[in-house]
Structures are given as structure tokens and as C-alpha cells.
């Protein structure tokens, strides 16, 4: 009978298998682990309503990351959102400038300037909107938010998809972060799907770079003065932040946001 299957396995060849599973299991298993348990508690989901954003903390800035830009070059719609988040996050107070990292590494694809420019349009002051052009990836926007532009502390918009990750490796590259993201999945259910799969393989690229290699982005550049000037400009929206985080601050608020999906 042997003869006859030779695909027929020993009891050694079959527990053999069974270990390469169980390691194979654990990593994949572990990038997204360690990214879920990094961010829990410093994350939450906003929804349509403002009274989502209350318990979200004071911070200096919002780092918005980029999601892509239509063919006439304008924000996607998940982009569209997170800037949406952004905007209501400064006029509720509690962030006193906006930070948009994105793509800008070829001619005609300017990922910022489109951010900034919706962001206008829905009312934010030019001037407390910052653009960083190498945001290429979440990595990159995190190290260079905390390297370049000097932020230490700040709110980190994405989808729910993406936030612990984002969360994970923005806390990684040195920030103080809390994660605010769209729950995507109500409004495009096959697109978060499909991008909540990748996140399995994004989240071991994540885990290589900030933690085994600890590498930095492929373009760093000088240290960047905008932020500064966009925290020091402060129109009615940011001193009310400035009074938040003040109070938050004093009184040892915590944030122990329960996790999303």
C-alpha cells in the first residue's frame, strides 16, 4: 500500500510538518500581535458625531497620513475621511496644527498640497497646516514627524485598518501618539478587506524596519521649522487646545482607549 501512495507520510515526516506549520503560524502571527498589543489603549475609532472626539486627548498636532490621490489628482475618498478627522479635531480644540504626510517623489503627484488644499477649503487657516513631501510610507511619516519636524507628542488620523500599526510604529520612531481612525469598512467594505489583508505583510515589513533593523527612512533631509511656526500661530481653535492639553496634563489624564478591530 505504501508503494502505491508514495505520498504517504511517517509519523516523523507528519510531526515534522505539523512544527513547520505551527512556526510558519506564529510568523505571521506576530508582526500583527505585536502591533495590536503596542497600540491597545492608545487608540480609538470616530465616528460621524463630534461626542467621539471627547475622550480623544489634547495634543500639538495631528499627523494625517497620506491615502492616495485621484486621477484629477485630488484626495481619494478613505484620504478624504482622515482629512475630515483632521479638520474636526482642530476645530473641536484638540490639536493646534495639522501635519499631512504624504507622497511627493514624482513629477505631477503631489499628495500635500492636494491635503492641504481640501483641508482649506473646509476652513482650517493655510497657516496651521503643515506638509511633509516624503511621507513615501507610515514608517517614513512617523520618523520624520518626530525627526524632522520635531513633534513629541502627537494624534495620529487613519483608518481603523491601519491604526494599530500606524499607532505602533509612530510610538516606536519616538512620538507620543494616539491613534484616531475611520471605521472604513461601513462605506467601503471590499476595499478594507482587501487592505486589512496586506496589513499582515505590511505588518512584518513594520516589525523589520522599526524593531530588527531599525532603519531610517530613505530621505531624512534638514531639521524643518514649520511645525514650530504653526504651533506658534494660534487662532481661537488652537488656544482652546492649548487650555485642553494644559488641563489634561495637570490633572494626569489618562488615555486607556479600548482597542478597535
Known amino acids: 500500500m505504501r508503494r502505491l501512495l508514495p505520498w504517504t507520510w511517517s509519523r516523523t ?10 512556526a510558519l503560524s506564529v510568523l505571521t502571527l506576530t508582526p500583527m500581535t505585536w502591533a495590536w498589543l503596542d497600540s491597545s489603549g492608545h487608540r480609538v475609532t470616530a465616528d460621524r458625531s463630534d461626542a467621539s472626539l471627547s ?12 491615502a492616495g490621490l485621484t486621477a484629477n489628482a485630488a484626495p481619494t475618498a478613505m484620504l478624504r475621511t482622515r482629512l475630515d478627522i483632521g479638520a474636526r479635531l482642530y476645530q473641536a480644540g484638540k490639536v493646534r ?6 507622497d511627493n517623489s514624482r513629477v505631477g503627484y503631489d499628495e500635500p498640497t492636494a491635503m492641504r488644499d481640501y483641508l482649506t477649503s473646509q476652513g482650517i487657516p493655510r497657516e496651521k497646516v503643515v506638509l511633509d513631501y516624503a511621507g513615501f510610507d507610515t514608517w517614513a511619516s512617523c520618523v520624520r514627524a518626530r525627526k524632522i519636524f520635531g513633534a513629541s507628542r502627537a494624534l495620529v488620523v487613519t483608518q ?6 500606524a499607532v505602533t510604529l509612530c510610538r516606536t520612531a519616538g512620538l507620543d501618539a494616539f491613534g484616531v481612525g475611520d471605521d472604513s469598512s461601513t462605506d467601503w467594505p471590499l476595499q478594507t478587506y482587501v487592505y486589512a489583508t496586506r496589513e499582515f505583510f505590511a505588518s512584518a515589513k513594520a516589525l523589520l524596519e522599526a524593531r530588527i533593523l531599525h ?28 487650555r485642553s492639553h494644559h488641563v489634561s ?3 494626569g489624564a489618562t488615555r486607556d482607549m479600548g482597542g478597535r478591530a
Open 13 to 22: 515526516g507528519l510531526r515534522r510538518g505539523f512544527q513547520v506549520l505551527v
Open 97 to 102: 496644527a495639522l501635519l499631512v504626510s504624504g
Open 160 to 165: 481603523t485598518f491601519h491604526l494599530p500599526r
Open 55 to 66: 475622550s480623544v486627548p489634547a495634543m500639538p498636532v495631528a499627523l494625517v497620513l497620506g
Open 249 to 251: 496634563r495637570g490633572h
Open 215 to 242: 532603519s531610517d527612512p530613505r530621505f531624512l533631509g534638514p531639521r524643518e521649522v514649520t511645525l514650530d511656526r504653526a504651533l506658534a500661530s494660534c487662532p481661537e481653535p488652537c488656544r482652546r487646545a492649548a
